[in-house]
């Protein structure tokens, strides 16, 4: 058996650690971003999601990123982070 090397396609040097933060003990009155990545069918995915979130007290802002293939621009990511208390990301095809 050979050995194989897997690279980081992000060229990380050392491993990011990050805490998690706290779950909100309810999504009532809470502004729930949803980033779609622009990858195909990804919206009617979100476009489900958002319908059960309103219905369950949250207000929801949709986002869309330019492309897939890239990180989300700064000034996207920024928006999102100053009008949202939680987010999701979601990816289908």
Known sequence: MTNRVVLDPTSERQLATR??????KSIVDQTVGL????????DVFLTQL?????????????????TFTKPA???????IATKCTLVIEALAD
Do not use: N, Q, T, W
């Open 19 to 24: 805490e998690l933060l706290a779950r909100p």
């Open 73 to 79: 621009p700064v000034d996207l990511r920024h928006e």
């Open 50 to 66: 958002e319908s059960r979130l309103v219905a369950a007290g949250a207000k929801v802002l949709r986002f869309r990123k330019p």
């Open 35 to 42: 980033l779609d990545i622009s990858k195909a069918r990804g």
